[in-house]
């Protein structure tokens, strides 16, 4: 070989060395830039309005964040932003209820079927006088928190903010203006509330009870710590972040399986057609949903569709779980 031969041969190696030695991108980081990349300018859907101050929220604000089931985080875009978790703190008061009470008793006291009503339904209440109301619309919902652990509203409160903290690994605050706002305007959960009382279905005073119920729902998170949660109900109630068991695996089996069946109001049923993943969401733009096994998402974007779940989010889990090949129902036959 004449020299430059040589050369060019050596250089020839070093590129392919150089290439070989690359780092493949990680998968989990390449679905939630994907995801983020896709959806970023899409400009579909409204921003809750029936709670004045969550009209008002930057409906720009777009973040994506995954957290594994070994506590690694891979985020994109406004994961840091806080906005109230809405009816995301159903899935942890369940979790609070189920940790105190047991799987039976919430099935009796409060019931886990789908109603097939909107969200905050009084005709459902009536239908079922009261029962059947599963924990994540709002007459179930507000029956859980009132079931919640403690002989005062302050007691019940301590605990429903203490399993929230223990989900996300922190310290949590509340959004004092969005509690004041849906505070001032919430009559058709007080109405709820009463309707439940009448039924029996109610076990605090409703007007207390629907008070708790409006500050847990006015908790201020951000994405990275709604993927952390998410991703302490992948990891069968341990947070992989904190290494806490946080609620006894057994529950955790009960509360994926409203998500399934409830997690995203009526679209309930679509959602689990389409991406096959627990979930749930809340009006304030949030959607958490969980991998079992394998990791937690959770998307903050606060336009809505027109049964209220965040569109964005809504996509933007869809291409997470669809590249991550996490629904479980989808098994895949022959060679792995
Ligand atoms: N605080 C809201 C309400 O009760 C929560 C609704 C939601 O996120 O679905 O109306």
């Known amino acids: 070989m004449t020299?430059?031969?040589?050369?060019?041969?050596?250089?020839?190696?070093?590129?392919?060395?150089?290439?070989?030695?690359?780092?493949?991108?990680?998968?989990?980081?390449?679905?939630?830039?994907?995801?983020?990349?896709?959806?970023?300018?899409?400009?579909?859907?409204?921003?809750?309005?029936?709670?004045?101050?969550?009209?008002k929220v930057d409906s720009k604000l777009f973040g994506?964040?995954?957290?594994?089931?070994?506590?690694?985080s891979f985020n994109k875009g406004d994961v840091e932003a806080r906005f109230s978790i809405q009816s995301i703190s159903k899935v942890f008061t369940l979790a609070s209820v189920l940790e105190t009470y047991g799987a039976q008793a919430v099935l009796e006291k409060l019931g886990v079927d789908a109603t097939g009503q909107v969200f905050n339904s009084i005709v459902a209440i009536e239908q079922m006088?009261?029962?059947?109301?599963?924990?994540?619309?709002?007459p179930g919902a507000?029956?859980?928190?009132s079931l919640v652990e403690g002989a005062t509203a302050?007691?019940?409160?301590?605990?429903i903010v203490a399993i929230h903290e223990a989900f996300a690994g922190r310290k949590l605050d509340i959004d004092e203006e969005v509690y004041r706002s849906e505070a001032a305007t919430n009559d058709r959960n007080q109405a709820i509330a009463k309707l439940m009382r009448a039924y029996g279905r109610l076990y605090?005073?409703?007007?207390a009870s629907t008070d708790v119920y409006t500050r847990q729902c006015s908790i201020s998170v951000n994405a990275s710590d709604l993927a952390v949660m998410a991703a302490t109900l992948a990891n069968g109630g341990r947070n992989p972040v904190t290494g806490?068991?946080?609620?006894?695996?057994?529950?955790?089996?009960?509360?994926?399986?409203?998500?399934?069946?409830?997690?995203?109001?009526?679209?309930?049923?679509?959602?689990?057609?389409?991406?096959g993943l627990p979930a749930k969401s809340g009006v304030g733009g949030g959607i958490i949903a969980v991998a079992p096994g394998r990791f937690g998402?959770?998307?903050?974007?606060?336009?809505?569709?027109?049964?209220?779940?965040?569109?964005?989010?809504?996509?933007?889990?869809?291409?997470?779980?669809?590249?991550?090949?996490?629904?479980?129902?989808?098994?895949?036959v022959g060679k792995p």
């Open 3 to 55: 020299r430059s031969r040589i050369a060019a041969f050596l250089l020839a190696a070093a590129v392919a060395t150089a290439a070989v030695a690359a780092p493949a991108p990680n998968p989990y980081q390449a679905a939630v830039d994907g995801a983020w990349e896709r959806y970023r300018t899409l400009d579909e859907g409204k921003n809750a309005d029936y709670i004045p101050a969550l009209a």
């Open 244 to 275: 806490k068991q946080v609620i006894a695996s057994a529950n955790v089996s009960r509360i994926l399986a409203v998500m399934a069946t409830a997690g995203l109001y009526d679209d309930s049923g679509i959602w689990l057609y389409e991406v």
């Open 129 to 138: 006088k009261g029962k059947e109301m599963n924990p994540f619309v709002n």
């Open 154 to 159: 302050e007691e019940k409160w301590a605990r």
């Open 64 to 72: 994506v964040a995954l957290v594994t089931i070994d506590g690694k």
């Open 297 to 332: 998402i959770a998307v903050f974007s606060p336009p809505l569709d027109a049964a209220g779940n965040s569109v964005r989010a809504q996509k933007a889990i869809r291409d997470i779980s669809a590249a991550l090949r996490a629904n479980p129902y989808d098994v895949k």
């Open 142 to 145: 507000i029956a859980a928190t």
């Open 204 to 207: 605090f005073d409703p007007a």
